[in-house]
């Protein structure tokens, strides 16, 4: 073997051995960004487990003080809108489709009267559908599953946080104190709603029918409301892994 071919072999060898450092250099990097990674995603995931927890403990407690605030209206109106009970029938779903919108009122309130846009009061109110069965109300119910024996009426709502157009159109007119019956087409419900993935009687496309009690606005019902929703927010983001 001549002395060219010695000088070639050596360099290769030096050439080889440089790779070599530079492989292994590199996998131990790679190594450690992974293991950083880790670390990061690691402590990210406590830190909104930790967040969501917080979170959740604020909503529970002001819950319970919106709740506790809103017993005097319990004790005040439950035995009067009690008696509404008596309304819930069965009704036509094509005729309530057909007519857009109608109301009657079944005791005229002696307050202010409310008008287009207006949402500036609290209610408690009876929603059912087409055969009878109610879908949602303002009552506790003894059996909630099957929505009997109501023993007393919840937080009120505040129609500040969006009500359904037929709602809104359905109260313009109405003296607060007063109870009024809406009947409410599908198209001024929930019909083209096609993100609702629980639609009140099970379609989008059925009319609804209410009993709202409408009443003066009550400043600490309305800020406790506010501030329940204020947290509800940040849980849902939280729950996105977003840190407000």
Sequence with gaps: MDEKSLKANWWQRVIILIIAILLLGSTIFAYMFIVMSGNKNTSSSSNQEELIAELTESYDAKKAELEEAAKPFSDKYFTDFLKYNSQIKSYNSAAANAAGIETTDLKTGTGKTLAEGDTDYLAYYIGW?????????????????????????????????GMIEGWNQGV????????????????????GNTEMQNPPCGSTDTPLK???????????????????????????????????
């Design 210 to 244: 209410f009993i709202v009690f409408a009443f003066e606005r009550d400043e600490t019902i309305s800020r406790l409301n506010s501030e329940l929703n204020e947290i509800f927010n940040k849980l849902i983001y939280a729950y996105y892994g977003n840190v407000l």
């Design 129 to 161: 559908c087409p055969d009878g069965s109610v879908f949602d109300s303002s009552f506790n119910y003894a059996n909630e599953t099957e929505k009997t024996n109501p023993t007393s009426l919840t937080v009120p709502l505040d129609p500040s946080a």
């Design 172 to 191: 313009i007119g109405m003296k607060l104190g007063g109870v009024r019956q809406l009947t409410i087409s599908k198209d001024l419900a929930y019909a």
